[in-house]
């Protein structure tokens, strides 16, 4: 069960990874006062961030061997 969660928290770290590229780039729009503007980068940090909590959360989650 806990590798399982681990699974999870990894697949959703590399989704906020490529969410984070998409507005770093301009390409998603969603939620952002200035939809001209070229680069999200608050957006883009904020994903990066979720990115390495997911990973962080995903290290505590997995069933550690000795």
């Given at each position: ?41 608050t ?20 069933v550690?061997?000795?």
């Amino acid at each position: 069960m806990r590798d399982r969660l681990a699974v999870v928290l990894v697949i959703l770290a590399v989704a906020f990874v490529v969410i984070a590229g998409l507005y770093y780039e301009g390409v998603l729009q969603i939620a952002v006062s200035d939809s001209h503007a070229a680069h999200h980068t608050t957006h883009a940090i904020l994903f990066a961030v979720l990115a390495v909590a997911s990973l962080i959360a995903a290290n505590f989650a997995r069933v550690k061997t000795v």
